[in-house]
């Protein structure tokens, strides 16, 4: 098992890094359905605590970060990933998909009103409608 960094210190945060934690414990825990008296119970802290962090008010330190990871779930870097990671993330994720990394390749060769075409017959087949000339 690879050892593992606890501190009683805050995580050291710039900006709104501090609310890009608080917006994903909050998404995480919902899309677990678990309250945060549930999450706090997991963690073994006051629901006050899980309420701070959620709300910006709080930063959790790296040892109560890991604690939450545990509690939800996850790993670490995914309390503490930004935009543009959790982006990177969509897109791995979308062109893992064989087909869609295809299409992905063919669309820079269209032009607009081909992009057009192509997306209406997707939405299409996709509705179950048919298109008639």
Do not use: C
């Not at 605590?49 to 545990?70: D, Q, V």
């Not at 996850?74 to 969509?90: A, F, K, P, T, Y």
């Not at 009103?113 to 409608?129: M, P, Q």
Request: proline letters at 5%; zero cysteines.
């Amino acid at each position: 098992m690879a050892p593992r960094l606890v501190t009683s210190q805050p995580v050291p945060v710039s900006g709104g890094a501090g609310m890009q934690v608080a917006s994903q414990v909050r998404e995480m825990r919902r899309a677990r359905h678990l309250s945060q008296r549930q999450l706090a119970g997991r963690m073994q802290v006051p629901r006050t605590y899980i309420s701070k962090i959620e709300n910006g008010k709080a930063i959790p330190t790296l040892g109560s970060l890991e604690r939450l990871a545990t509690a939800l779930g996850v790993e670490i870097r995914q309390l503490v990933r930004d935009e543009r990671s959790r982006r990177d993330e969509e897109v791995t994720s979308i062109l893992s998909d064989p087909f869609l990394a295809e299409v992905a390749a063919l669309l820079p060769h269209l032009d607009s009103l081909h992009r057009t075409l192509f997306f209406g017959a997707v939405r299409d087949a996709s509705t179950g409608r048919r298109r008639t000339a």
